[in-house]
């Protein structure tokens, strides 16, 4: 089975430009997770879905970030106007919900670095 | 409210000594706990889980940890470390329900010396 597919895996853009991350879970999963990686903080839980729909999006640091779901086999984090201190590893993972342990899995992770 | 605590942020243990990295959780409920593992440039991997079945939890790559309830701990072990356990080590604690969501640990880098 496929894991976690993130894409792109490295993105390098300019300071203002509108940054689209890319993230499909594994099939049949249904909670999603965005998280982002830096030396300085660690890992943060941007937002979460569960069944297409955003549970908590406490994690979002500003405006200038959103996240979709539009199927359960999709999802975006969009940053506009993206800023240098955006850059950090952005990762999706997915679990399956109902029942288990809810062991979230993680895909590869986006590098991003703004300038 | 959950938290974890991982104390000190690097490890280093000699090839074939025995790997004890430390995690202390808080939690208002009964809670499901998890190792996962980030080597680099790479995405984190679950090495294993406690879920309130057996206190000793066996996982991947010869780790184990133990559930202690008393000491709100689930250290890892592993009796011989091996050069390729170099890694970031992460322990997570979650509450159960549908909408519920990992808490993890700041991490812990474990190097291994030859």
């Known amino acids: 089975d496929a894991g976690v597919i993130q894409s792109p895996r490295h993105e390098v853009t300019e300071m203002g430009q509108e940054v689209t991350l890319r993230c499909k879970p594994i099939?049949?999963?249904?909670?999603l997770f965005w998280y982002r990686q830096t030396m300085m903080r660690g890992l943060e839980l941007l937002i979460y879905?569960?069944?297409?729909?955003?549970?908590?999006d406490s994690g979002m640091p500003e405006d200038r970030f959103s996240a979709k779901m539009p199927n359960a086999s999709f999802s975006t984090l969009k940053i506009q106007p993206s800023e240098p201190r955006d850059s950090a590893v952005y990762f999706c993972?997915?679990?399956?919900?109902?029942?288990?342990?809810?062991?979230?899995?993680f895909g590869p992770g986006t590098r991003l670095t703004v300038t | 409210a959950q938290s974890v605590t991982q104390l000190g942020s690097h490890v280093s243990v000699s090839e074939g000594a025995l790997v004890l990295l430390r995690c202390n959780y808080s939690?208002?409920?009964?809670?499901?706990l998890f190792w996962y593992v980030q080597y680099p440039n790479q995405g984190l991997q679950l090495l294993l889980k406690?879920?309130?079945?057996?206190?000793l939890v066996k996982g991947i790559n010869g780790f184990e940890a133990e559930f202690k309830k008393s000491e709100t701990s689930f250290h890892l072990t592993k009796p011989s470390a091996h050069m390729s356990d170099a890694a970031e080590y992460f322990c997570?604690?979650?509450?159960?329900?549908?909408?519920?969501?990992?808490?993890f640990g700041k991490g812990i880098t474990l190097s291994v010396r030859p």
């Open positions: 993972a997915s679990r399956r919900t109902g029942g288990g342990a809810y062991e979230q899995y």
């Open positions: 099939s049949g999963h249904n909670s």
């Open positions: 879905f569960n069944n297409n729909v955003p549970i908590d």
């Open positions: 939690s208002s409920v009964p809670p499901y």
């Open positions: 406690y879920t309130s079945a057996a206190t």
């Open positions: 997570a604690v979650s509450e159960t329900g549908a909408n519920s969501k990992l808490t």
